[in-house]
């Protein structure tokens, strides 16, 4: 994820958040096939669920249905203090589809954008695959592996992301770090990403309560003194006008709670303790402005199938993670990743850490990502296990421009690597998009697993 700003990602309205567990509600995971392959053409089915991202789900008092956190403020009677807020506060189960526009069907998850539901209308989700018991997140370790998966993201238009990503979240949520947290992965506990959040409403067990501000572009959102930070590979950002694959690592193992300096907000960007600008591959920004989107190679007003391979230096899971390579499959056709046309860059097709800094020095970016250790950082997350997320989101700091437009804004187009994808400048502005663009949607499909070759 790349917004400039540690501002909220994702939009909500008329919830709240926490840590206990509610009874208001039933809590019933939706389904999903996922199948896990050994070699070519041997694949097998995997039962697993979906549980939705806490941060979304209505908090009330642990003995009533009276809200902890309303609008974008706490309920100063409940929530005096984070531990006593952690204890007074039941976070409760979900309407998947009738609130959230959470479906799923067979081997197939949809996240619709904006749903009016029951009793609120809700923006955007967030989404963790859980193993095959149901208990806790499905842990992946892709070294030496690949991962492959269908996307129709045909109804996805400028300033939307439909996301699909991994963290190093714990397993379980944090439940078992932080006593307090008493909800855990069942109920979508335990966020991280490098962009280090400072909207989640609990960390480490917690309340974000204290320094709480409300966001000034978003009524039922604001950050707090602390974030949530951990290594994240974006496997896949992207709008029917743009895509982008991104390691970005972190100087911290695990989730990790942040303060100050350390969360890199703002100014301090560069500072803190993970790059959050990562080390993105968007064939638009490298020079390919005729590859994917509607109509062009990749034709995104059609699904099509996303194969990301991670290798290694001895083509063991052992190994030290050297490359991410990308290809697509569509209508039956396999094609190889866009190659790099950026004067003084050269022809990359991949990232490696030597992709990662020529990209830095031609666009003239800072290189946080091989100051923390680059791939190999990456690769050890793997190692330690990451959680797989789908989202859908809007973005309150920078209006996705970073992934569908010209960003930054105030300078020339031109420049190298400013031009990131054909959206207009003026696009992708919450307020707007969350009006005009609410029946949109993303359906991420077969999801594949397994050793180099053997899911497409």
């Not at 067979?106 to 749903?115: D, E, H, P, S």
């Not at 992301?161 to 979240?169: I, Q, R």
């Not at 950002?237 to 350390?262: I, L, Y």
């Not at 209006?399 to 696009?427: E, F, H, I, K």
């Amino acid at each position: 994820m790349f917004p400039a700003a540690s501002l909220l990602a994702f939009s909500l309205l008329a919830t709240a958040y926490g840590q206990q567990i509610g009874t208001l509600t039933a809590e019933t995971h939706p389904r999903i096939t996922v199948q896990q392959c050994t070699s070519a053409n041997n694949c097998q089915t995997q039962q697993h669920t979906v549980v939705l991202d806490s941060n979304w789900r209505w908090l009330h008092a642990t003995g009533s249905s009276t809200n902890c956190y309303t609008g974008n403020s706490w309920d100063a009677s409940l929530c005096p203090d984070p531990v006593t807020c952690a204890s007074n506060c039941a976070l409760d189960g979900a309407d998947y589809a009738g609130t959230y526009g959470i479906t799923t069907n067979g081997n197939a998850l949809t996240l619709k954008f904006v749903t009016q539901g029951p009793y609120s209308k809700n923006i955007g989700s967030r989404v963790y695959l859980m193993d095959q018991n149901d208990s806790n997140y499905e842990m992946f370790n892709m070294n030496n592996q690949e991962f492959t998966f269908d996307v129709d993201m045909s109804n996805l238009p400028c300033g939307l992301n439909g996301a699909l990503y991994f963290v190093e979240m714990d397993a379980d949520g944090g439940k078992s770090r932080f006593p307090s947290n008493k909800a855990g992965s069942k109920y979508g506990t335990g966020y991280c990403d490098t962009q280090c959040p400072q909207d989640i409403k609990f960390i480490n067990g917690q309340a974000n309560i204290l320094g709480w501000e409300g966001s000034p572009s978003d009524p039922n959102a604001g950050t707090g003194q602390f974030g949530t930070c951990c290594n994240e590979m974006d496997v896949w950002e992207a709008n029917m006008n743009g895509a982008a694959f991104t390691p970005h690592v972190c100087s911290v193992q695990g989730q990790t709670r942040c303060e100050g300096t350390d969360c890199g907000d703002g100014d301090e960007r560069y500072d803190g303790i993970c790059d959050k600008d990562g080390c993105d591959f968007n064939s638009f920004r490298m020079g390919d402005q005729t590859f994917l989107g509607p109509g062009k190679t990749v034709n995104t007003n059609q699904k099509f199938t996303v194969v990301t391979q991670f290798l290694t230096n001895n083509n063991q899971s052992s190994g030290t993670l050297n490359e991410i390579r990308r290809l697509y499959v569509q209508n039956g056709k396999v094609i190889a990743n866009s190659k790099t046309n950026i004067p003084g860059l050269g022809e990359f097709d991949s990232v490696t850490d030597a992709f990662c800094n020529a990209q830095k020095q031609v666009f003239g970016d800072t290189n946080t990502f091989e100051k923390l250790g680059g791939l190999a950082t990456m690769g050890t997350s793997f190692q330690k296990g990451m959680a797989l997320v789908m989202s859908i989101w809007d973005d309150h700091a920078a209006n996705m421009l970073w992934l569908d437009s010209d960003y930054p804004t105030d300078v020339p187009a031109t420049n190298p690597g400013v031009s990131r994808g054909p959206c207009p400048t003026n696009s992708g502005i919450p307020a707007t998009i969350e009006a005009s663009e609410a029946s949109s949607s993303v359906t991420f499909s077969n999801i594949k697993f397994g050793p180099i070759g053997s899911t497409y």
